[in-house]
C-alpha cells in the first residue's frame, strides 16, 4: 500500500492558539483513533481566518474514508468551502528530506 497524504483547510473563526488546543482537544483524541491514520499535523492561520491539518494515511482508502466522514461532520456543523486534496507519498524523495514515515 502507498502512503497517502491528506490535506484540508476551510475558514475557522477560531479559536486559535492556546485556546484552540483546549477546546479541540477531544476532537484530536478521536481523531487519532481514525482508521489508517499514522499522524496529523493541526494548521490554522488566525490572520486569514483559516484552519486544517495534514494527516498522513497508511492507505488511500483510509484517506478517502476520513475525508467523506470529516467533511460531513464540518459541514454539519456549518462550515463550508472545505477544501481538500489527496497525495500519493513519494517515499525515497521524502526520507532524504527528514519526512516523518512510518
Not at 477531544?26 to 499522524?39: D, H, K, N, Q, R
Not at 495534514?54 to 454539519?76: C, I, N, P, T
Given at each position: ?13 477560531g479559536p486559535f492558539g492556546e ?82 514515515l512510518q
Amino acid at each position: 500500500m502507498m502512503l497517502t497524504v491528506l490535506q484540508i483547510d476551510f475558514p475557522f473563526n477560531g479559536p486559535f492558539g492556546e485556546e484552540m488546543s483546549q477546546a479541540m482537544q477531544p476532537l484530536a483524541e478521536s481523531i487519532i483513533t481514525e482508521p489508517g491514520l499514522l499522524w496529523k499535523i493541526w494548521t490554522e492561520n488566525a490572520a486569514t481566518q483559516e484552519a486544517g491539518g495534514v494527516y498522513l494515511f497508511s492507505d488511500a482508502s483510509s484517506a478517502q474514508s476520513y475525508l467523506a466522514m470529516h467533511s460531513a461532520r464540518l459541514a454539519a456543523s456549518g462550515v463550508c468551502d472545505i477544501r481538500a486534496k489527496l497525495f500519493s507519498v513519494n517515499n525515497p524523495l521524502s526520507l532524504i528530506c527528514k519526512g516523518p514515515l512510518q
